[in-house]
């Protein structure tokens, strides 16, 4: 098994790369999801905006149970790596 991030600074690095792949995912569901103008624009429709500012303006334990589960799915991914961080052991 891979040795887990020995530094602040490794670890730091490791879950940027996580957080990167998170947002490519994220990005190319939006941009799927979106409809691509003339110009090259991308027109989100209005349903999903609707339920994206209901999310934002919603604290976490407030959500309904399938988008806190969808929370904890992308949690997930950071997990492993800082258990490791902080125990040396592999998750």
Do not use: C, N
């Amino acid at each position: 098994m891979a040795a887990g991030p020995t530094s602040i600074d490794e670890l730091v690095e490791e879950l940027a790369a996580i957080e990167h792949e998170r947002w490519a995912h994220w990005q190319q569901y939006m941009h799927s999801e979106a409809e691509r103008q003339p110009d090259g624009s991308l027109l989100i429709p209005a349903a999903l905006v609707e339920r994206w500012e209901r999310q934002i303006k919603t604290d976490y334990d407030q959500l309904p149970e399938d988008e806190r589960e969808s929370d904890r799915e992308q949690v997930m991914k950071y997990l492993p790596l800082v258990q490791k961080f902080f125990t040396g052991e592999p998750s």
